[in-house]
């Protein structure tokens, strides 16, 4: 599952230097916000076909969607 931990990994910065990245540029605000939507769309997928727990599942969703929210790359 894609990340905006392991996108920052991968480019060797940190995860607030690409949030920070996101808020000046517009085409990489859009790549966070697609991961974000890459990790709904498995979470959820996942959540149903009894791959995660549900009670995890619903958590990790909160937290995803609370970040989501605060962020510059909703």
Do not use: D, H
């Not at 540029?25 to 791959?51: C, D, M, R």
């Not at 009670?55 to 609370?66: D, E, N, Q, V």
Request: hydrophobic share 40%.
């Amino acid at each position: 599952m894609p990340s905006v931990a392991g996108l920052a990994c991968y480019l060797g910065i940190s995860r607030s230097t690409a949030q920070e990245y996101a808020k000046e540029n517009s085409a990489f605000s859009g790549t966070l916000a697609a991961i974000k939507t890459v990790q709904e769309n498995s979470l959820i997928n996942k959540w149903l076909t009894g791959e995660f727990n549900a009670t995890i599942a619903k958590l990790m969703l909160s937290k995803l969607r609370r970040k989501t929210r605060n962020r510059a790359y909703r």
